[in-house]
């Protein structure tokens, strides 16, 4: 199985081509934060290709900033450079990209303080939970604070030592 889920932020405004054969396409690379146990955290960018009409939908409707889930495969090519040595380059083929944002909302973001260091969301999830803050009261359907380290229990597993 060759199957890769992303979500995270473009790194740029997106220009779609098309190449001999009639194909549109578009390259695009997607920026995801991985946070350590350690606290030193970093930013991984994962370049992307995405084609036809999700290439122009996305053209169209995202841009530099805006938060995406890219579901898709990784395709690796070697390629020899102009001094005889071997290039390996993995990109993610993209079949499926959802827009977790739209370009509007993306660019207003980027314009507020870059002091918040907290996860910021526009739909009806409590992030104020996964945030870390604490809760005034429990909900039914949300889980409270006590079952808060039973829920990502098995998260450790996506965290480097």
Sequence with gaps: MNQVQLIGRLTRDLQTRENSNGTTYCFFTVAIDEYRKDGKNQTNYIECIAYNATARNMS?????????????????????????????TTTIVANRVEFLESKGASRAQNQQSS???????????????VNGFEQEENH??????????????????????
């Design 60 to 88: 169209q409707y995202v841009g530099k900033g805006s938060l995406v889930g890219v579901t898709g495969s990784i395709s690796t090519r070697t390629n020899k450079d102009d001094n005889g040595n071997y290039q390996t």
């Design 115 to 129: 002091n918040d260091n907290y996860v910021r969301n526009d739909s009806n999830v409590d992030m104020d939970f």
């Design 140 to 161: 039914p359907s949300q889980p409270n604070n006590n079952d808060k380290d039973e829920l990502f229990k098995d998260d450790d597993s996506i965290l480097w030592d």
